[in-house]
């Protein structure tokens, strides 16, 4: 137990505070408690887990403050709290985490300031935290001059200007570029309709094997029927994770190249988030 990498009991009905006890899985990367009944408050103890990459407590009933040396794991790349009990002020050493990429404190009950000095604090994180300073999304524009007191032409010069049509260079270049966007979405319509007619020919003149692309060349051929031949149909026996997205199972593609199979399952909504989690945990 203590050697275990990964820990997913996220959306079942576990209740009660999260035990400390935790803390004493050192090699732990991927701890996720979501989608439970959890309450009390977060364990400081956690910021022992120097390991740990992807740490999700999300829609729970956790209270009290974010523990400070939750930012002292060097190694965190995803950090979800959203949709609890929090309270308190995000931590402003927030700015200095390096590693983060995915941070979510929204729907909970903070306060204070926002740490703005950090390229994370989008709004959508700390969104529903009615305590918490309002977040704001700010546009930048720029003042047009009244083109009379900012040139000295007079009305005379302006109207002369215009072409013989009483259209000026401005309403020519938009009707210009709104004849462009017609054509674009006419030419869109009329690919679709070839594609839906002409797609079952294709499929029939294509080959009906069926092909996995790879984004990382390991020197063996796969293709869909060998990664179901390697994991036995999806065989509970080969099944080494589940995760809010789908199962997890291993394949020995050819003897000695063992690879990691994630099979999706479809209708599950958890978030983009936690599935941008997942694959860079399956990814390590």
């Not at 729970?60 to 002020?89: H, R, V, Y």
């Not at 083109?147 to 002369?160: K, L, N, V």
């Not at 690879?259 to 936690?274: D, E, N, S, T």
């Amino acid at each position: 137990m203590v050697s275990l990498v990964s820990l997913n009991l996220s959306w079942n009905l576990l209740q009660g505070q999260i035990p400390t006890s935790l803390s004493q899985i050192k090699d732990l990367k991927y701890l996720s408690l979501a989608g439970n009944k959890m309450n009390g408050s977060i364990p400081s103890s956690l910021g022992g887990l120097q390991s740990l990459e992807v740490l999700d407590l999300s829609s729970n009933m956790l209270s009290g403050e974010i523990p400070n040396n939750l930012l002292n794991l060097s190694n965190l790349t995803a950090l979800l709290l959203n949709d609890n009990k929090l309270s308190g002020q995000i931590p402003s050493r927030l700015a200095d985490v390096t590693m983060l990429s995915v941070f979510n404190v929204s729907s909970n009950n903070l306060s204070g300031l926002l740490p703005l000095s950090n390229y994370l604090m989008k709004c959508s994180s700390v969104l529903d935290n009615p305590y918490l300073r309002p977040c704001h999304v700010f546009s930048l524009t720029v003042p047009t001059p009244d083109p009379i007191s900012a040139t000295g032409a007079s009305p005379t010069s302006q109207s002369q200007r215009r072409g013989n049509n009483g259209l000026n260079s401005i309403e020519i270049a938009s009707i210009a570029s709104a004849s462009a966007i017609v054509s674009v979405l006419l030419a869109l319509i009329v690919l679709f309709i070839y594609t839906r007619k002409w797609s079952p020919k294709s499929k029939i003149m294509g080959s009906t094997k069926k092909e996995v692309t790879i984004f990382t060349d390991i020197g063996v051929p796969i293709t869909f029927e060998n990664v179901v031949r390697a994991t036995g149909s999806f065989n509970a026996s080969n099944c080494i994770g589940n995760g809010g997205f789908g199962a997890t199972y291993k394949a020995e593609i050819s003897p000695g190249t063992l690879v990691a199979v994630k099979k999706l399952a479809l209708g599950r909504f958890q978030g983009v988030q936690q599935f941008h989690a997942e694959i860079k945990a399956l990814g390590r």
